[in-house]
C-alpha cells in the first residue's frame, strides 16, 4: 500500500446545485460539415452512466455521464466546490424527492460558457429519476492536499483517498506502476495548456481527426489514462518526459482543439510514474458505490 497523509486531511463540505442542460445559440459544424445539435452538456443525462462509451450518441457533444453540477453563491464559494471536490467523494441530495440519496464525484469539467465549471456526480438509476434541474447536492470533499509520501515529486489533485488506494497502484523500484485503460500522445491532447489550478477544468483528447478519433474510440466514461510528455502540477502544459493519469470525465467534441475530457488526478515529471495497459482501469471499477464515507 503506497503511504499517504490522509489522516492529516481535513473533511468539509461545499454545496452546489444540478445545472440546466446546455446547447449553443446555433448548430455545431463537423469537419464533414455535417451539423450536430450537441447535446449532453451538463444537466441530467439519464441514460449515459460510467462505463458506458464515449462514442455513439446520436448529437452528442462533450456528454457529461449522470448529473452535472455547480457551486453556487459567489465565486469564492463556487471556488471551493470546483476545486475542492475530488474524484470518488461521496455526495448528498439535500431537499426534494430524493433527499437523502448517496452519489459519488466520477469527472469534473471545464471551459464553459460563462466561464462556468461542472462537477459530474455518479447515481443510482432509482436516484436519477428522482432528481430534478435545480436540486441542491452537498459534497463531503476529502482528499485536498492528499500526497503519496513517498514520493514527493508526484503531485496528487481531484483524488480522493478511496480512489487512490483502488487504482491498484503497484510499486516496482522507485516507480509506481498505475493501470490505465489507455496510454495517449501528447499530439492527442489539445485544450487545457494553460490552465490554472490543475484541480478546476480539464485537458481534452482532441477527437477531430480521423486518425485520433480511431486511437480513443474504445475509451468510456470513467477510464484512467495517462496523457504522456503532460505535466498538471501547477498549471498545465507540455513537458517532455513528464506524464499525466487522469479519468475520462466527458465525452467526444467535433470542435478543433477540444474532445474527450481528462480531469488530472497525478502527475509526474522525472519518470515516476509508468502506465500498466489494464481494459478494467475504469471507476465503476476502482471505487465502491454507495454509503457516505
Same mark, same amino acid.
Given at each position: 500500500?503506497? *503511504?499517504?497523509?490522509?489522516?492529516?486531511?481535513?473533511?468539509?463540505?461545499?454545496?452546489?446545485?444540478?445545472?440546466?442542460?446546455?446547447?449553443?445559440?446555433?448548430?455545431?459544424?463537423?469537419?464533414?460539415?455535417?451539423?450536430?445539435?450537441?447535446?449532453?452538456?451538463?444537466?441530467?443525462?439519464?441514460?449515459?452512466?460510467?462505463?458506458?462509451?464515449?462514442?455513439?450518441?446520436?448529437?452528442?457533444? *462533450?456528454?457529461?455521464?449522470?448529473?452535472?453540477?455547480?457551486?453556487?453563491?459567489?465565486?469564492?464559494?463556487?471556488?471551493?466546490?470546483?476545486?475542492?471536490?475530488?474524484?470518488?467523494?461521496?455526495? *448528498?441530495?439535500?431537499?426534494?424527492?430524493?433527499?437523502?440519496?448517496?452519489?459519488?464525484?466520477?469527472?469534473?469539467?471545464?471551459?464553459?460558457?460563462?466561464?462556468?465549471?461542472?462537477?459530474?456526480?455518479?447515481?443510482?438509476?432509482?436516484?436519477? !429519476?428522482?432528481? !430534478?434541474?435545480?436540486?441542491?447536492?452537498?459534497?463531503?470533499?476529502?482528499?485536498?492536499?492528499?500526497?503519496?509520501?513517498?514520493?514527493?515529486?508526484?503531485?496528487?489533485?481531484?483524488?480522493?483517498?478511496?480512489?487512490?488506494?483502488?487504482?491498484?497502484?503497484?510499486?516496482?523500484?522507485?516507480?509506481?506502476?498505475?493501470?490505465?485503460?489507455?496510454?495517449?500522445?501528447?499530439?492527442?491532447?489539445?485544450?487545457?495548456?494553460?490552465?490554472?489550478?490543475?484541480? !478546476?477544468?480539464?485537458?481534452?483528447?482532441?477527437?477531430?481527426?480521423?486518425?485520433?478519433?480511431?486511437?480513443?474510440?474504445?475509451?468510456?466514461?470513467?477510464?484512467?489514462?495517462?496523457?504522456?510528455?503532460?505535466?498538471?502540477?501547477?498549471?498545465?502544459?507540455?513537458?517532455?518526459?513528464?506524464?499525466?493519469?487522469?479519468?475520462?470525465?466527458?465525452?467526444?467534441?467535433?470542435?478543433?482543439?477540444?474532445?474527450?475530457?481528462?480531469?488530472?488526478?497525478?502527475?509526474?515529471?522525472?519518470?515516476?510514474?509508468?502506465? *500498466?495497459?489494464?481494459?478494467?482501469?475504469?471507476?465503476?471499477?476502482?471505487?465502491?458505490?454507495?454509503?457516505?464515507?
Amino acid at each position: 500500500m503506497v *503511504k499517504t497523509n490522509k489522516e492529516k486531511l481535513l473533511k468539509v463540505a461545499v454545496i452546489g446545485e444540478i445545472t440546466h442542460s446546455a446547447v449553443g445559440p446555433s448548430y455545431l459544424t463537423k469537419w464533414d460539415q455535417t451539423p450536430v445539435l450537441g447535446l449532453g452538456r451538463g444537466g441530467i443525462v439519464y441514460n449515459v452512466r460510467v462505463g458506458d462509451p464515449c462514442f455513439g450518441w446520436v448529437q452528442g457533444e *462533450k456528454v457529461e455521464p449522470g448529473v452535472s453540477a455547480d457551486g453556487i453563491g459567489n465565486d469564492r464559494e463556487k471556488g471551493a466546490f470546483r476545486n475542492l471536490s475530488c474524484i470518488g467523494n461521496r455526495v *448528498k441530495v439535500l431537499k426534494e424527492e430524493a433527499k437523502g440519496d448517496w452519489g459519488t464525484v466520477v469527472g469534473k469539467v471545464g471551459y464553459l460558457p460563462g466561464r462556468n465549471h461542472h462537477v459530474v456526480i455518479d447515481f443510482e438509476e432509482e436516484t436519477l !429519476a428522482k432528481l !430534478a434541474i435545480g436540486d441542491k447536492v452537498q459534497i463531503k470533499v476529502y482528499g485536498a492536499g492528499l500526497e503519496m509520501t513517498d514520493y514527493p515529486g508526484v503531485r496528487v489533485m481531484s483524488c480522493s483517498p478511496r480512489l487512490l488506494e483502488g487504482i491498484g497502484i503497484e510499486e516496482k523500484g522507485r516507480k509506481l506502476v498505475i493501470p490505465v485503460a489507455k496510454v495517449v500522445p501528447a499530439e492527442y491532447v489539445g485544450q487545457g495548456a494553460g490552465g490554472s489550478p490543475p484541480e !478546476a477544468s480539464n485537458w481534452d483528447i482532441q477527437t477531430q481527426s480521423p486518425d485520433a478519433v480511431e486511437y480513443v474510440k474504445s475509451l468510456r466514461f470513467g477510464d484512467l489514462v495517462v496523457l504522456e510528455d503532460i505535466l498538471s502540477a501547477w498549471g498545465r502544459g507540455y513537458y517532455e518526459g513528464a506524464v499525466t493519469v487522469g479519468v475520462v470525465s466527458c465525452g467526444p467534441s467535433c470542435s478543433l482543439g477540444q474532445g474527450i475530457g481528462v480531469t488530472s488526478l497525478l502527475t509526474g515529471k522525472e519518470g515516476e510514474i509508468e502506465a *500498466k495497459i489494464d481494459s478494467e482501469a475504469n471507476l465503476k471499477n476502482l471505487i465502491e458505490q454507495g454509503g457516505s464515507e
